[in-house]
């Protein structure tokens, strides 16, 4: 191993809903989000977290 380590991956579930959005507001244009984060934003549409069924 190098001793490498690559970006810290943020997963914001429910990017599009009331708070996710607040929070990509705050990341991309306020400088929310710090140097080597990667942020990531779901919606439902992306992903359905609601049937544990699917994940397992």
């Known amino acids: ?3 490498s380590v ?3 991956r943020v997963l914001v ?3 599009s809903g009331l708070v996710g959005r607040a ?3 705050v990341v991309k244009e306020e400088g929310g989000g710090r140097e080597g984060e990667e942020w990531i934003f779901l919606s ?3 992903a359905n977290l609601s ?3 699917i994940l397992w």
Do not use: F, Y
């Open 1 to 3: 191993m190098n001793g």
């Open 23 to 25: 929070i990509e507001r």
């Open 13 to 15: 579930t429910g990017g």
């Open 44 to 46: 439902s549409k992306d």
């Open 51 to 53: 049937t544990l069924s």
């Open 6 to 8: 690559g970006p810290m």
